[in-house]
């Protein structure tokens, strides 16, 4: 695995980019058990655009060097957290190979703390520090699936899911994502996403 992480603040980046690179071999090829070589790269990248406005884009690709059938059980692509498109959370899409684009094109419109005061009983949280995004979504992801792909309409064909989100950040590193969501089928829906970084 290779990793080079030059993010200013990981729960939520604003500048900076993460390259993670991962080869990953799975059985031995012998007494008939699974055989399995696949590459997984990650590109992300976080831009400031003036004072308030910032764009986040992640790129990611999984290839299999073996092309062989494999067992429907590894043939994981998107619908896994991290690897999801918005707008098609409810969908698992299997296959042999997949990539994805997402981007978010965030706004600050709060960046402040907020005193409790009294009314927390514990000290350390009764001062809150609250930043609030709003982000403008566009996913486009692509699974290639050349062995199980009955039943599933969502592979070997282009996935486009976009939105709008209110990001909120506390206490430095509790995420919270609330995204309203559209997919190329027309279904909309608001989602919940959180990050808890420990």
Known sequence: ALSIDRRDFRPYPLKGFHL???????GLGAFD????L???TTYSNYAKIGKRFSLETILKGQFSLIRIQQPYYNSRALGFVPDYLRGYEYYIVDGQDYGYLKS????????????FGRYMPLKKMRIMPLRVYIS??????????PFYNEGNSMANRWLWGRGLGLDLITYNDKVWQIQYTFNHLGEKGLFIHYKFIF
């Open 38 to 40: 696949t590459l997984a």
């Open 33 to 36: 058990d699974r055989e399995a």
């Open 136 to 145: 403008f979504n566009n996913d486009l992801g692509y699974v290639y699936n």
């Open 104 to 115: 978010s094109f965030r706004y600050e419109l709060f960046n402040n703390e907020i005193d």
């Open 20 to 26: 993670k690179s991962v080869l990953r071999k799975d």
